[in-house]
């Protein structure tokens, strides 16, 4: 799964790297640096997300999970877009989805950003004060958020069938 994302996201990016803290052999072997989370415990995805910025030596970082392998190809252009327009500090996926009763709603796509490295203090001080909601890091920085039409593209992907029966719609 991993693979197939860094190949949509390569193209995009000038360096990769992959963030995990399990199996660090087996994502080795797809020729990026892995960083495993410099917070212990399983801190969840902001762990991760702090790491990169901690580590990436561009003013920008950009995330995505390695469990949607059909993210847009024009993710990094657009959010690196918004992100200068606006002149933010952080830029965010999100799509337009139907709920239950078929009314249409906004849905963030919140690892699926692009961040100014220098927004570093922010989150490692809401981490440091036990914040762990994806969302919650970012009230004090300049977001913008960018819409994406096809919100297939940031299909979470579980299992190889799940590859398998959605690739087609690429």
Known sequence: MAAH??????????GIAINANQNLDTYATLGAP??????TGFE???AGLETGMRRCTTPLLVTAPCDSPFLPTDLVARLASALVAQDADLALAETEEADDSGALRIQPQPVFALV???ALPHLSAYLAGGGRRMDGWYD???????RFDDASAFRNINTLRELQQYEPEQ
């Open 34 to 39: 892995v960083w495993p989370d410099d917070l």
């Open 44 to 46: 969840g995805p902001l």
């Open 116 to 118: 100014k490295t220098a």
């Open 140 to 146: 004090r920085i300049k977001v913008v958020r960018v």
């Open 5 to 14: 994302v860094l190949a949509r996201l390569a193209p995009q990016v000038a």
